[in-house]
């Protein structure tokens, strides 16, 4: 069975600072892997994916992640922080292969960003 | 591309009672899905549709839970003789057949409260 650990439940930091949130993952293949944001009270928005290929991916609102095979790890990553990205953030993983369609989530990590 | 929608966005139902919720998916999507998100957590896959077929449901949607796709475009979730515990946000996603069908876009959520 698949599994998602994002091991940080709040990340507070300054804005501009840097910003990296974590996340493994378990599935005994390589997965197709996603990290949402999600804004109080609203659904998740698809901020960038990982199918196959370069193991970099970039994503919108200057988010990018790396997949990591050797430590089954896909961290997101931001170089400066806006106010604006103060959010949740959900880690995801699906089946690269079977029937199942369902994506697992972890259980995200709170970003707080102080002016 | 209008998105995924929602309806009602908020529900506050005594127990006992019966709820339905509707999902209208982006257009040209062929596969629905449903997710349930509790307080703190990420959400859990409920269940989803390939074109008016439900091709797979999760061990969370008990007896009381049924969902439909009559045509094949908007999609139903009703809940029967709701209790405290279905108080939860319920979050619906569509996808396209492209990449197994994972990459699946989030609607805004329906906020269950159930006294």
């Known amino acids: 069975a698949q599994s998602v650990t994002q091991p940080d439940i709040h990340i507070t930091v300054s804005e501009g600072a840097s910003l990296e949130l974590r996340c493994n993952y378990s599935?005994?293949?390589?997965?197709?892997l996603f990290w949402y944001v999600q804004s109080p009270g609203q659904g998740l928005q698809l901020l960038l994916k990982?199918?196959?290929?370069?193991?970099l991916v970039q994503g919108i609102k200057g988010f990018e992640a790396e997949f990591k095979r050797s430590q089954s790890s896909f961290n997101l990553r931001k170089p400066s922080v806006h106010w604006s990205d103060a959010a949740e953030y959900f880690c995801?993983?699906?089946?690269?292969?079977?029937?199942?369609?369902?994506?697992?989530f972890g259980s995200g990590t709170q970003l707080t960003v102080l002016p | 591309d209008t998105g995924v929608s929602q309806d009602p966005r908020h529900k506050i139902t005594k127990r006992g009672q019966n709820v339905t919720f509707r999902c209208d998916p982006i257009s040209e999507h062929n596969r629905l899905y449903w997710y349930r998100q509790t307080l703190g957590q990420g959400p859990e896959f409920l269940t989803y549709?390939?074109?008016?077929?439900?091709?797979?449901k999760s061990r969370l949607l008990s007896d009381r839970f049924s969902a439909e796709r009559p045509k094949g475009s908007f999609s139903t979730l009703e809940i029967q003789r709701t209790e405290q515990g279905d108080s939860a946000m319920y979050l619906c996603?569509?996808?396209?057949?492209?990449?197994?069908?994972?990459?699946?876009?989030f609607g805004p959520g329906t906020r269950l409260t159930v006294t």
């Open positions: 996603a569509s996808s396209s057949t492209g990449t197994g069908g994972l990459e699946q876009y």
């Open positions: 995801a993983v699906g089946p690269s292969s079977g029937s199942a369609r369902q994506l697992t």
């Open positions: 990982y199918f196959s290929g370069d193991t």
């Open positions: 549709f390939q074109n008016e077929a439900q091709l797979e």
């Open positions: 599935y005994g293949a390589t997965p197709y």
